[in-house]
């Protein structure tokens, strides 16, 4: 099972920075990650695919990079609404589907 | 609009067994990819099972012997079917449409979850 490590667990930081999240994968998962956001009581959303591609209807700021073991989703200038629980998933070796445990963004 | 509107939660004892629907719009369930997520309270997210568009499914193992997932066509419904409940099974199911990838060798594979459910709580408790 590839085993998908999230840094930091929290990030606190004020609306207008920039917020650097990373996942590592305990093998390579080639460009096969996602990532997702989770607000207290809402589902999870897709925000970004093959390591690099946003969703549909996701804004410019959300933007994705890395392949191989290590990736980063950066936030250009975090919007109020953005302060949420991100998650990181892999497809690669699909039995089983992994996700990271979450990295949490707060208002600081 | 595609939307999954996921039931069927409540408190149960150990032991005790409980079936979980998922309402899908927008899109049929039967020709899709589609798999059970959970997140146990305050924690992460887990995959839990997953159907092929042709009927076949892989389980995790921490539910394997245990859940059972299918769908009915004409409901435009998935299911997942859990005995012998533990109280590590407690968390917020969450049904998902899973996207696809082709490859000429292997076949489709499962990709993305997209959209998923609001869930339904499952709490396995005496």
């Known amino acids: 099972e590839i085993v998908l490590t999230q840094s930091p667990a929290t990030l606190a930081l004020s609306p207008g920075e920039r917020a650097t999240l990373s996942c590592r994968a305990s093998?390579?998962?080639?460009?096969?990650l996602a990532w997702y956001q989770q607000k207290p009581g809402q589902a999870p959303r897709l925000l970004i695919y093959?390591?690099?591609n946003r969703a549909t209807g996701i804004p410019a700021r959300f933007s994705g990079s890395g392949s191989g073991t290590d990736f980063t989703l950066t936030i250009s200038s975090l919007e109020p609404e953005d302060f949420a629980v991100y998650y990181c998933?892999?497809?690669?070796?699909?039995?089983?589907?992994?996700f990271g445990g979450g990295t949490k963004v707060e208002i600081k | 609009e595609v939307q999954l509107v996921e039931t069927g939660g409540g408190l149960i004892q150990p032991g005790g067994s409980l079936r979980l629907s998922c309402a899908a719009s927008?899109?049929?369930?039967?020709?899709?990819?589609m798999s059970w997520v959970r997140q146990a309270p305050g924690k992460g997210l887990e995959w839990v099972s997953i159907?092929?568009?042709?009927?076949?499914?892989y389980y995790a193992d921490s539910v394997k012997g245990r859940f059972t997932i299918s769908r009915d066509h004409s409901k435009n419904t998935l299911y997942l079917q859990m005995n012998t409940l533990r109280a590590e099974d407690t968390a917020i199911y969450h049904c998902?449409?899973?996207?696809?990838?082709?490859?000429?060798?292997?076949?489709?594979?499962?990709?993305?979850?997209?959209?998923w459910g609001q869930g339904t709580l499952v709490t396995v408790s005496s």
């Open positions: 998902a449409r899973v996207g696809t990838y082709y490859d000429p060798l292997t076949g489709y594979s499962p990709g993305w979850f997209d959209p």
């Open positions: 927008g899109f049929t369930v039967s020709g899709n990819f």
């Open positions: 159907i092929y568009n042709n009927g076949s499914t």
């Open positions: 093998q390579s998962v080639s460009s096969y």
């Open positions: 093959d390591a690099s």
């Open positions: 998933q892999q497809r690669s070796s699909w039995s089983p589907l992994t």
